[in-house]
């Protein structure tokens, strides 16, 4: 997405947070799974969503099958020191009206937050709705609008 720029595997992500050691980088596939298994429900126990806790299948599921969304594109991952502490994903569908709406998730650990990382990923995210509705708007109809859900 425009606001990055791709290095040694890692992405650059403007107005990242000042944090030693903290890499952003793109879904790699299989082998995430399981780190993002781990952040996806430390996050949720803390925030009190022990009743949306996943399994490695059912994040693989619902990662591999979401319509109007690639993993290897639309998921950001942050690591610190090679350990993954964050990621989100961001991904559209269209409702009956026409109008598509853009929606973002993510979750970072609790052990990482209030530093800045998941407001960053949150622009990182609006950024890419963005490109991605420039990207689309040709194929939408005219008076249909866009919407970010966040």
């Not at 009743?51 to 994040?59: F, S």
């Not at 998730?105 to 949150?122: A, E, F, H, K, T």
């Amino acid at each position: 997405m425009s606001t990055e720029a791709k290095t040694e595997g890692s992405i650059h992500v403007a107005g990242a947070p000042d944090i030693p050691d903290l890499r952003f980088r793109n879904f790699r596939g299989d082998e995430d799974y399981p780190a993002m298994l781990e952040v996806n429900n430390s996050s949720k126990v803390v925030d009190d969503l022990g009743h949306d806790l996943h399994t490695l299948d059912t994040i693989r599921y619902v990662y591999d099958t979401t319509p109007n969304h690639d993993p290897l594109r639309d998921v950001l991952l942050a690591e610190v020191e090679g350990k993954m502490v964050a990621f989100n994903r961001v991904f559209w569908y269209a409702e009956l009206e026409g109008r598509r709406v853009y929606t973002h998730c993510g979750y970072v650990v609790p052990q990482w937050r209030g530093r800045g990382l998941g407001r960053r990923m949150i622009q990182w995210a609006e950024d890419g709705a963005g490109e991605m509705d420039a990207a689309q708007s040709d194929k939408r109809p005219a008076r249909a609008a866009a919407v970010l859900d966040t």
